[in-house]
């Protein structure tokens, strides 16, 4: 029970004139900020990001937004004709997948309103992370068809459920990235579905567009979650060339950067895990940069994602029983992928081109690493 001297300490200090000004600000503040946040027609404008967004980002979002970009982008991974000799994917040939806490039973297509006791397990499952270390594991242009089908099928069915979980902006830009780099992972395989292709590359430009407007800005409390978004933004620009996208995720870069990260290249997050989910941001923002001929913003990335590298040997723990190299948890550890996914980041073709500092050999075949064989 809060006894009467609490209640008239409590009161005396709210009668405090600066007290009183201050809490009052808070509250409106929070107020606008939950009818800005849950108010469709709101967030579709530039209100929500004058209020939120940081002040760096007002010369872009004050441009008037020309929808200005390359709708044929995905085809461009269609460097290679028509392969015939591939057979066609059966109905049933995935029937399970693998999410952040259990493996689920499919048939052939997710179902994309599937509950889960978890709400990881949500987010994994429309993240499409686990659909990425498929295709990574079983290259071919049956996994390639049946990839299409699962994105088209979810666009289909989720495009306009903006209140699921789906749609939070980390799982957005996850969605947005793990869709591109596994078209870019088969580019080799052709199936000769234009339409599909095209119907996916406009869901991604549309998808960003909502990610640009929802990026996880939250003032102090800021965390590595926009350097995901600014990712999914940049990526998709630059291959799209939407410079307005582009620019939005290049800005947040430049900016967030220094925040997250320190000086020697470690996360501040003091979590060994995610500084190995950061070092493959920086990694595959470096490659679309220099991808894409962004030769400015490249050396830039270069000089945070080498010291990352460096930091990434620094956890490495030689583990005598198995004969390998490992890293030990430190802190948090993140459910999007498992630790295998990213355990040799450090030995990956893009890595070792920044910081080899025993002449290693690239590893080729672990998790992520497979991606730029």
Same mark, same amino acid.
């Given at each position: 029970?809060?006894? *009467?001297?609490?209640?008239?300490?409590?009161?005396k200090?709210?009668?405090?004139?600066?007290?009183?000004?201050?809490a009052?600000?808070y509250?409106i503040?929070?107020?606008?900020?939950?009818?800005?946040m849950?108010?469709?027609f709101?967030?579709r404008?530039?209100? *929500?990001?004058y209020? *939120?967004?940081?002040?760096?980002l007002?010369?872009i979002?004050s441009?008037?937004?020309?929808l200005?970009?390359?709708?044929e982008?995905?085809?461009?991974?269609?460097d290679?004709?028509c392969? +015939?000799? $591939?057979?066609?994917l059966?109905?049933t040939s995935?029937?399970?997948i693998?999410l952040? +806490?259990?493996?689920?039973?499919?048939?052939?297509?997710?179902?994309?309103?599937a509950e889960f006791?978890?709400?990881e397990?949500?987010?994994? &499952?429309?993240?499409?992370?686990w659909m990425?270390?498929l295709? +990574?594991n079983?290259?071919?242009?049956r996994?390639?068809?049946?990839g299409i089908?699962v994105?088209?099928?979810w666009?289909?069915?989720?495009?306009?459920k903006?209140r699921?979980?789906?749609?939070?902006s $980390? #799982?957005?830009?996850?969605?947005?990235v793990n869709?591109?780099?596994?078209?870019y992972l088969?580019?080799?395989y052709s199936?000769?579905?234009k339409d599909?292709?095209?119907?996916?590359?406009?869901?991604f430009?549309?998808m960003?567009?909502?990610?640009?407007n929802?990026?996880?800005?939250?003032?102090? *409390?800021?965390h590595?979650?926009v350097?995901?978004?600014?990712?999914?933004? $940049?990526?998709?620009?630059?291959? #799209? !060339?939407?410079?307005?996208?582009?620019d939005?995720?290049?800005?947040?870069?430049?900016?967030e950067?220094p925040?997250l990260? +320190?000086t020697s290249?470690?996360?501040?997050?003091?979590s !060994?895990? $995610?500084?190995f &989910?950061l070092l493959r941001?920086f990694l595959e923002i470096l490659w679309?940069?220099?991808?894409t001929?962004?030769?400015?913003?490249?050396?830039k990335?270069?000089?945070?994602?080498?010291?990352m590298v460096?930091a990434?040997?620094?956890?490495?723990?030689?583990n005598?029983?198995?004969?390998e190299?490992n890293?030990p948890?430190?802190?948090?550890?993140t459910?999007?992928?498992?630790?295998?996914?990213?355990?040799?980041?450090?030995?990956?073709?893009?890595?070792?081109?920044l910081y080899?500092?025993?002449?290693c050999?690239?590893d080729?075949n #672990?998790g992520?690493n497979k991606?730029?064989?």
């Amino acid at each position: 029970m809060i006894s *009467y001297e609490e209640i008239k300490c409590l009161v005396k200090h709210l009668l405090n004139p600066f007290n009183f000004i201050h809490a009052a600000f808070y509250w409106i503040k929070g107020i606008i900020k939950f009818f800005v946040m849950k108010t469709d027609f709101i967030c579709r404008t530039n209100i *929500y990001q004058y209020f *939120y967004y940081p002040s760096y980002l007002r010369s872009i979002l004050s441009k008037k937004i020309i929808l200005e970009y390359d709708e044929e982008y995905i085809k461009r991974f269609e460097d290679i004709p028509c392969a +015939t000799e $591939y057979p066609a994917l059966k109905e049933t040939s995935i029937t399970s997948i693998r999410l952040a +806490t259990l493996e689920i039973q499919i048939n052939d297509i997710p179902n994309w309103f599937a509950e889960f006791e978890d709400i990881e397990d949500t987010f994994s &499952l429309h993240r499409w992370g686990w659909m990425l270390m498929l295709a +990574t594991n079983n290259p071919s242009l049956r996994i390639k068809e049946w990839g299409i089908r699962v994105m088209k099928d979810w666009f289909l069915n989720m495009n306009n459920k903006k209140r699921h979980p789906a749609w939070e902006s $980390y #799982s957005l830009s996850e969605r947005i990235v793990n869709g591109l780099l596994l078209l870019y992972l088969l580019r080799k395989y052709s199936c000769c579905e234009k339409d599909n292709l095209s119907f996916i590359g406009k869901n991604f430009i549309d998808m960003a567009i909502y990610l640009a407007n929802h990026i996880e800005f939250h003032g102090e *409390y800021t965390h590595n979650h926009v350097l995901n978004n600014a990712r999914a933004l $940049y990526m998709l620009g630059r291959f #799209s !060339s939407f410079d307005y996208i582009a620019d939005i995720g290049k800005m947040i870069f430049i900016n967030e950067t220094p925040k997250l990260i +320190t000086t020697s290249g470690f996360l501040k997050a003091d979590s !060994s895990n $995610y500084h190995f &989910l950061l070092l493959r941001t920086f990694l595959e923002i470096l490659w679309v940069a220099n991808l894409t001929g962004d030769i400015s913003f490249a050396e830039k990335i270069k000089l945070t994602a080498t010291k990352m590298v460096k930091a990434a040997w620094f956890f490495e723990v030689y583990n005598h029983n198995k004969n390998e190299w490992n890293y030990p948890f430190i802190g948090d550890v993140t459910p999007d992928f498992p630790a295998e996914w990213f355990k040799n980041i450090n030995r990956s073709k893009l890595a070792l081109s920044l910081y080899n500092p025993c002449k290693c050999e690239v590893d080729k075949n #672990s998790g992520w690493n497979k991606i730029w064989n």
